[in-house]
């Protein structure tokens, strides 16, 4: 193969690499969904009325199924594991990590100073962050990404 040839190849594959990783893989509107459906969950749930728990309990398992649908749905392609490596996986699980240690930690908090409904104003914090943390976490993990090679070291 001519080296010219060759060096367009590659470039046409790390073009469609980039379109791959950079096109939305989770949409920007799921974060804040996602944290409205988890603060309508826990406030059910901590009310204790039975009725508002199953109807809270319903229609977080029908609205998280439709959020998940819909974006398996909107999504074109599937990105490999092995293309987010070990960074994208420890950044996804210190994410994940941090919003439940800072929820509880301010549910706790709350209810150790008698604050009503502790459980679901510590899950203010964390659906805010879910909204505003979860484009950021999607950012990085576009960067790691394309910061891998093109070829996995076999």
């Known amino acids: 193969m001519d080296p010219i040839d060759a060096e367009l190849a590659l470039a046409e594959v790390r073009a469609r690499r980039d379109q791959v990783v950079t096109s939305t893989l989770v949409p920007s509107w799921f974060w804040p969904a996602t944290g409205a459906l988890m603060l309508l969950f826990v406030g059910a749930v901590e009310s204790a009325v039975p009725w ?22 909107h999504s074109r392609v599937q990105v490999r594991n092995s293309l987010l490596g070990l960074r ?12 439940v240690a800072a929820g509880l930690a301010v549910a706790f908090t709350l209810d150790a100073f008698g604050a009503p409904l502790p459980a679901t104003l510590g899950c203010v914090p964390v659906a ?20 891998r090679p093109l070829a996995d070291a076999r």
Request: zero cysteines; charged letters at 5%.
């Open 52 to 73: 508002l728990v199953a109807t809270g309990s319903v229609l977080y398992a029908l609205g998280l199924s439709a959020l998940i649908l819909a974006v398996v749905r």
């Open 88 to 99: 994208g996986a420890l950044a996804i699980a210190a994410f994940t990590v941090g919003l």
């Open 128 to 147: 805010l962050a879910l909204a505003f943390g979860g484009p950021r976490l999607m950012a990085h993990l576009r960067r790691v990404m394309l910061s």
